[in-house]
C-alpha cells in the first residue's frame, strides 16, 4: 500500500505531480529507488550528475547481498590481504608457537635432581595470566638453590641454559653476601 508520504517524497525528489508519483509508486510496489529508474528511463527526471548512477533493491538484490557478504568477509588491507586471510595466517602462527611450546620443557633442577618439568606453553600462560605468582616463586626459588634449564629441540640450547645458570650463580652469589659469606664466583651450591 502506497502512503500518501511516499507520494510526496517521490514528488519532491523527482519534481513530479502527485499522480505521477502515485503511479511511478504503484507499479514498484512502494519502491522509492526503483519508482525513480523507472521515472528516469521514460525521461521524465534527469539522470544523476557526474555520471551516478541509481540501484533497485529488486533488480540488484542477489549481486548486492554478495557483494556485502564478500566486502564483510574479506575487509582487504592496504597491501592487498584480506582480513580473512590476515586472521588465517595468525591462527597458522599461534598453533606453530602452541607446537614448539609443547615440544620444549621448563626443567626446575635442585642438587642435579629434576624436581619439575613441564612445557614451555604452560610457563608462558603461567607467566601471562599469573605473572605476580609465578614470577616471584622463580626469583625466590633461586635463592633457595633452585635452577632452571630449558629442553628440546628449540630451546635446549647451550647458550640458553648457561644465561639461565648465571641467573642461579648471580641469586647464590647474593645470597651468600646477605649471609656474610665470601664468595670468590666459584659455581657452589650452598
Not at 499522480?19 to 514498484?28: M, V
Not at 557478504?69 to 591462527?91: A, C, H, Q, Y
Not at 635442585?110 to 605468582?133: C, G, N, Q, S, Y
Request: proline share 2%; charged share 30%.
Amino acid at each position: 500500500m502506497i502512503t500518501l508520504e511516499q507520494v510526496e517524497q517521490l514528488r519532491q525528489r523527482a519534481n513530479i505531480s502527485y499522480d505521477e508519483a502515485k503511479e511511478a509508486l504503484e507499479e514498484t510496489n512502494g519502491d522509492m529507488l526503483q519508482a525513480m529508474v523507472n521515472l528516469e528511463k521514460r525521461n521524465r527526471i534527469k539522470a544523476p550528475e557526474g555520471g551516478g548512477y541509481y540501484n533497485s533493491k529488486n533488480s540488484q538484490q542477489g549481486s548486492s547481498e554478495e557483494y556485502n557478504k564478500t566486502m564483510r568477509d574479506e575487509r582487504v588491507s592496504d597491501d592487498g590481504t584480506s582480513f580473512k586471510e590476515l586472521m588465517i595466517r595468525f591462527f597458522r602462527w599461534c598453533g606453530k608457537m602452541i607446537n614448539k611450546g609443547n615440544r620444549n620443557h621448563f626443567e626446575v633442577v635442585k642438587d642435579e635432581d629434576k624436581i619439575m618439568t613441564i612445557p614451555v606453553t604452560v610457563l608462558a600462560i603461567l607467566l601471562l595470566f599469573m605473572f605476580w605468582i609465578t614470577l616471584p616463586i622463580m626469583i625466590i626459588g633461586l635463592f633457595f638453590g633452585y635452577r632452571y634449564m630449558f629442553s628440546g629441540p628449540e630451546l635446549g640450547k647451550e647458550d640458553i641454559n648457561r644465561a639461565m645458570n648465571s641467573v642461579a650463580d648471580a641469586a647464590g652469589n647474593i645470597k651468600k653476601e646477605v649471609k656474610g659469606e665470601k664468595s670468590n664466583g666459584n659455581n657452589s651450591d650452598n
